[in-house]
């Protein structure tokens, strides 16, 4: 008779989703701020549609109304509170701990998000988003200890 074979543990899958806030209203140069214009609102609602099959157990956005108001419709829609992150902690222990095995979605800037998604893949693959893309999709697997990312573009 044959031994049993050892159960292998089976990592478990953390997927991310990174955007970036949608379309601001530029009439303020002052203004550091901004609500979404017009067609932020729109993109807004092009998200929460991209998104509706998707079920988030954890939404994260900056605290920057821009962003909120990019994910708030998609927050209510998955039934998951946003919850605030700082640009300047990305990626942390703690945070890689509490979205194990989760599917989250990150609202970001043109310059968090891309350096958010070259944290988790290990490398400096991702250059600063131009500032007229506000339709970019980073979708980042990791399953135990390998990472892989796809960038899509939605409009």
């Known amino acids: 008779m044959k031994p049993p074979k050892p159960e292998t543990e089976i990592?478990?899958?953390?997927?991310y989703y990174f955007i970036r806030h949608a379309e601001k209203d530029r009439s303020?140069?002052?203004?550091?701020?901004p609500d979404l214009n017009e067609?932020?609102?729109?993109?807004?609602?092009?998200?929460?549609k991209v998104?509706?099959?998707?079920k988030f157990?954890?939404?994260?956005?900056?605290?920057?109304?821009?962003?909120?108001q990019t994910v708030s419709a998609?927050?209510?829609q998955s039934d998951v509170k946003l919850t605030p992150y700082s640009a300047d902690n990305l990626y942390s222990e703690d945070f890689k701990m509490r979205t194990q095995g989760k599917t989250v979605l990150v609202v970001g800037h043109s310059d968090t998000t891309p350096q958010f998604v070259n944290k988790i893949i290990g490398e400096d693959r991702y250059p600063d988003?131009?500032?007229?893309?506000n339709g970019s999709l980073y979708i980042v697997t990791v399953v135990g200890d390998k990472t892989k990312?796809?960038?899509?573009?939605i409009d």
Not at 28 to 33: A, K, S, V, Y
Request: proline share 4%; glycine share 2%; aromatic share 8%.
């Open 74 to 76: 998609i927050s209510l």
């Open 51 to 54: 998104f509706q099959n998707i």
């Open 11 to 15: 990592p478990e899958i953390s997927t």
């Open 57 to 68: 157990d954890e939404i994260y956005s900056t605290e920057y109304k821009r962003t909120q």
């Open 129 to 133: 988003i131009d500032d007229a893309d």
């Open 39 to 48: 067609d932020g609102i729109a993109r807004a609602a092009l998200w929460t």
């Open 149 to 153: 990312v796809q960038l899509l573009t």
């Open 28 to 33: 303020d140069p002052n203004n550091e701020d």
